[in-house]
């Protein structure tokens, strides 16, 4: 006959212990190892920044409207009442949620080209 020991609890719970103080101790050694891991890259990164190296680039091209009013150098609520449209119709054209037709393309492309005609209809 095979005799088994029970496990009693206050063994149970010293071996819960241990189980757990190694999951934790795991776990801790990962997220040190990550934390680690950041650190290095974040100072390769701003290594990088200092020697003027860069990982990609982003050009932003700006729509018609928007360059236009750069060039006129007023805000959006003073552009769009020189153009003679809303608000909003002008950051929709800027945004590229809607392009603006017609007339308005044509005032735009004189707005860019000469941006003093249309400094010049501000003080009017």
């Known amino acids: 006959m095979r005799r088994?020991?029970?496990i009693r609890p206050a063994?149970?719970?010293?071996?819960?212990?241990?189980?757990?103080?190694?999951?934790?101790?795991k776990r801790r050694s990962v997220m040190d190892h990550e934390i680690e891991s950041f650190q290095k890259d974040l100072l390769a990164s701003v290594r990088q920044m200092k020697a003027g190296k860069t990982a990609r680039t982003t050009?932003?091209?700006?729509?018609?409207?928007a360059e236009a009013r750069a060039k006129?150098?007023?805000s959006q609520r003073a552009f769009a009442q020189l153009l003679?449209?809303?608000l909003r119709t002008l950051q929709d054209w800027e945004q590229g949620r809607r392009r603006p037709t017609g007339a308005a393309q044509t005032l735009l492309r004189v707005a860019?080209?000469?941006?003093e005609a249309l400094r010049d209809l501000q003080s009017i």
Do not use: I, M, R
């Open 59 to 65: 050009e932003v091209k700006l729509s018609t409207a």
């Open 4 to 6: 088994t020991e029970s």
């Open 112 to 115: 860019s080209q000469h941006p």
């Open 72 to 74: 006129v150098g007023v």
């Open 11 to 25: 063994n149970f719970a010293s071996l819960y212990g241990v189980a757990v103080s190694f999951c934790h101790s």
């Open 84 to 86: 003679g449209v809303s």
